[in-house]
């Protein structure tokens, strides 16, 4: 039988180490097993979380992980795969408060087997800097040209105009590295910043709660104000989930958006995680009547055809003419929380202005 927990009121929310000794054990020891690569992402997820936000959960918490860390020297070596996993949440349980130095030994060895020339990604050898720079170290081969492809990747503002979640996160993401989390500036450009925006846009025109998390908390460490309607929103977003224990229970769930909207509550200063949680299974879900107007908004687009502009105040009509209302408000209220709106419609109307392709 399983019982759904609800918002608890702030007069009965369990002491701060209480509710992060349940959280952290549901993730360590009741959700997936340690050899699952699921449990790794999840963990690395919980703890760099907990970490970046300076959120202390207590020695008692951190025993949970208490074999992981014991054994985690015998993992990467026959798991050098999933080396920045290994990294990051050892990493992360040091310096929460984890007695030890493994950590500086697991950097060291994927040091000299020079794991992180095997990344194809720049995103990932941004991330392999940061945790080796996390011990002061830097991997055995090293590129100086790396973070100008970054940054020349994240000042074309004309991607994140266009429904692309991948390159979006990625686009935190190389926040999050360039920043070390909000510890210093990552000296983002104008045209990085407006990039932020457009991602933003689009994410809250999709009403996904989730990677406007992300790129809200990219902002705030860029030094760039979320616009506050945004971050409103995510407020009452977060309010709405619903955590479920029991033996049984699913983790097909939003886990991810569950931990990333309290991300975002705890960089803003609100309360975070604040649910009863307990020593068992959980699933995290969120309530599932949102307006998505992304669709409604592309295919109408589509279907202009020449008709298209990507002049906002001359297509409006048209969007009135072809957007059910929830759709509109949606796309209206986007239209008021940003000032780059309409740049960032110019490059969402794709009116072709090089002409047709031949």
């Given at each position: 039988m399983t019982n759904v927990i609800h918002l608890t009121p702030p007069s009965r929310i369990n002491p701060q180490e209480a509710r992060f000794g349940a959280l952290l054990s549901c993730f360590a020891q009741h959700r997936r097993h340690g050899d699952d690569v699921f449990w790794l992402k999840e963990n690395a997820e919980i703890l760099n979380i907990l970490e970046s936000t300076g959120t202390a959960p207590g020695e008692a918490a951190l025993d949970a992980y208490a074999e992981f860390y014991e054994t985690v020297e015998k993992r990467l070596r026959f798991f050098p795969q999933y080396y920045r996993f290994f990294l990051s949440i050892t990493l992360d349980l040091e310096d929460?408060?984890?007695p030890g130095n493994h950590g500086e030994r697991l950097v060291g060895w994927a040091r000299e087997q020079d794991l992180p020339r095997a990344e194809l990604s720049d995103l990932q050898r941004m991330e392999a800097l940061r945790l080796m720079a996390r011990r002061d170290m830097t991997p055995k081969s090293t590129?100086?040209?790396?973070e100008d492809r970054a940054r020349y990747f994240m000042a074309r503002s004309s991607t994140f105009a266009l429904p692309n979640k991948k390159a979006a996160y990625e686009l935190t993401h190389l926040v999050f590295y360039l920043s070390?989390?909000?510890r210093c500036d990552p000296q983002l450009d104008a045209d990085a910043k407006r990039s932020l925006h457009f991602a933003g846009l689009l994410a809250f025109i999709e009403q996904n709660a989730d990677l406007l998390s992300e790129i809200c908390i990219a902002m705030h460490y860029a030094g760039e104000m979320p616009p506050v309607l945004w971050?409103?929103?995510l407020k009452?977003?977060?309010a709405l989930f619903t955590v479920t224990d029991g033996a049984g229970v699913s983790v097909q769930d939003d886990y991810h958006e569950f931990l990333v909207c309290n991300w975002h509550q705890a960089m803003?200063?609100?309360a975070a995680f604040a649910k009863g949680f307990v020593y068992d299974r959980m699933r995290f879900d969120h309530n599932v009547g949102r307006a998505t107007p992304m669709r409604e908004m592309s295919e109408a687009m589509f279907n202009l055809d020449d008709a298209r502009s990507g002049d906002w105040m001359s297509m409006r009509l048209h969007m009135e003419d072809r957007l059910s209302p929830e759709a509109m408000q949606v796309l209206e209220k986007a239209k008021t929380s940003s000032r780059h709106f309409e740049a960032f419609?110019?490059?969402?109307?794709?009116?072709?202005?090089?002409?047709?392709l031949h």
């Open positions: 929460l408060g984890m590129d100086p040209t790396l070390e989390y909000g971050t409103d929103w009452r977003e977060t803003a200063g609100d419609f110019h490059g969402f109307a794709r009116a072709d202005p090089l002409g047709a």
